[in-house]
């Protein structure tokens, strides 16, 4: 079964410094990936998507992220962590069997340190 | 402006009644889903509909239910059969095709009193 796994469930960087959220994924077939973002108390905000155009995919905020076949990774990044960056961010992979779904990781919380 | 609707924001209920968490969106988007989140599981599906009068379980189904008589409108029903039912609920929509995101709503908190 397609699925996705997030490694770390609170990640803490320092303002400035380097941010990588990791994300593994299972599947059979060329995976369709995402990562969200939410702010406390709403909803979620697409950051990007993978659909096999490019590896590296560029989002919005100064997000961006890799697709690595051989090592079934997507993981997010950004140079440099701002404040507002603070939020909890979701890897999901599209499922089509019979019908269309969206299959989240179980959220990684970023914390921004002043 | 587009996009997706969900009401109220805070919904408070007593154990054993029924509440309907309502649903709308303006997009035109054929599929539409239910999510619940609790801390630390992420976002798990309830329920999901690609076309109108069709729906289909997801991984959390029981004590739930969904209509779907609109193409706008997919309201989740927590039942009083939902053992555990305070949670956050979130709504989403997209147009058919694996590589298209979805677009969600700001959510519901529900809290049983």
């Known amino acids: 079964a397609q699925s996705v796994t997030q490694l770390g469930s609170h990640v803490s960087v320092s303002e400035g410094a380097l941010v990588l959220l990791r994300c593994n994924y299972s599947?059979?077939?060329?995976?369709?990936l995402f990562w969200y973002v939410q702010y406390p108390n709403q909803g979620l905000q697409l950051l990007l998507k993978?659909?096999?155009?490019?590896?590296l995919v560029k989002g919005i905020n100064g997000f961006e992220a890799e697709f690595k076949k051989s090592e079934t990774s997507f993981h997010l990044t950004k140079p440099s962590a701002h404040m507002s960056d603070a939020a909890e961010y979701f890897c999901?992979?599209?499922?089509?069997?019979?019908?269309?779904?969206?299959?989240f990781g179980q959220g990684t919380r970023l914390t921004i340190n002043p | 402006d587009g996009g997706i609707t969900q009401s109220p924001k805070y919904l408070f209920r007593k154990e054993g009644q029924n509440v309907t968490l309502s649903c709308e969106q303006n997009?035109?988007?054929?599929?539409m889903y239910w999510y619940r989140q609790d801390p630390g599981q992420g976002l798990r599906l309830i329920y999901y509909?690609?076309?109108?009068?069709?729906?289909q379980k997801g991984d959390i189904a029981e004590g739930y239910s969904v209509s779907r008589e609109k193409k706008e409108s997919f309201p989740l029903t927590v039942t009083s059969a939902q053992k555990n039912p305070t949670a956050f609920y979130l709504c989403?929509?997209?147009?058919?095709?694996?590589?298209?995101?979805?677009?969600f709503g700001q959510g519901t908190r529900l809290t049983v009193v």
């Open positions: 989403a929509s997209s147009i058919l095709g694996g590589d298209t995101e979805a677009f």
């Open positions: 599947s059979s077939v060329p995976p369709y």
């Open positions: 509909s690609q076309i109108v009068n069709d729906f």
């Open positions: 999901a992979v599209s499922i089509i069997q019979g019908a269309q779904k969206l299959v």
């Open positions: 997009l035109n988007h054929d599929a």
């Open positions: 993978y659909t096999s155009a490019a590896t």
